[in-house]
């Protein structure tokens, strides 16, 4: 991403009507360290045919429904809670911190380890990584008991689609029923 267009970015998410900044202060940073920089790193090493993938049109069309109909129940359900312009940028938000997070965890790491390991420890190996590193600043305990077989499904998810596509949308919509639940 040029400077231009990450300064338009911030431009925008500055000017944005919500009250507590999370496009600005969470999402941009979010997509910045597990995205931008993994990207920028893949090519300055020479890896970037790892780094990229492509997606059907029918997993585009898929994802792209079911993140629009879950939007739609959840804003219906929860606008009382948060206010009708702040559950728009909840949902932007964690739309995107999953596919950030699957980008970094199920797509670069997982094909790294599944290069030197099998299948089975690779994917193992991903989740603790994703349980213990990824999500350093919670509960040790949570960790090991809600996220690494998070981590260890979203990992099989990811190798039977062979996309993050669809474990970006399963995690987006595990965070956001956490935030309502």
Do not use: Q
Not at 101 to 109: A, S, T
Not at 113 to 141: Q, R
Not at 168 to 181: E, K, M, R
């Amino acid at each position: 991403m040029s400077g231009v267009a990450l300064l338009i970015v911030v431009l925008i998410m500055n000017i944005l009507p919500t009250k507590s900044g999370i496009l600005l202060r969470m999402t941009l940073p979010t997509v910045i360290s597990l995205v931008i920089i993994p990207i920028a790193l893949a090519k300055f090493l020479n890896k970037t045919e790892k780094v990229f993938f492509k997606w059907s049109k029918k997993e585009l069309w898929i994802s792209s429904i079911l993140i629009i109909a879950f939007s739609i129940i959840y804003c219906n359900l929860n606008a009382n809670l948060f206010g009708k312009f702040t559950i728009l940028f909840l949902l932007a938000h964690y739309f995107l911190a999953a596919f950030s997070e699957e980008f970094l965890y199920r797509n670069i790491i997982l094909n790294e380890l599944l290069e030197s390991w099998n299948t089975f420890y690779s994917v193992l190996l991903c989740a603790l990584i994703f349980a213990v590193i990824g999500h350093v600043g919670e509960s040790p305990l949570d960790n090991l008991v809600y996220r690494f077989p998070l981590g260890v499904v979203f990992s099989i998810v990811r190798l039977k689609t062979n996309s993050v596509l669809y474990t970006s949308v399963i995690h987006a919509f595990y965070n956001l029923l956490l935030i309502a639940g």
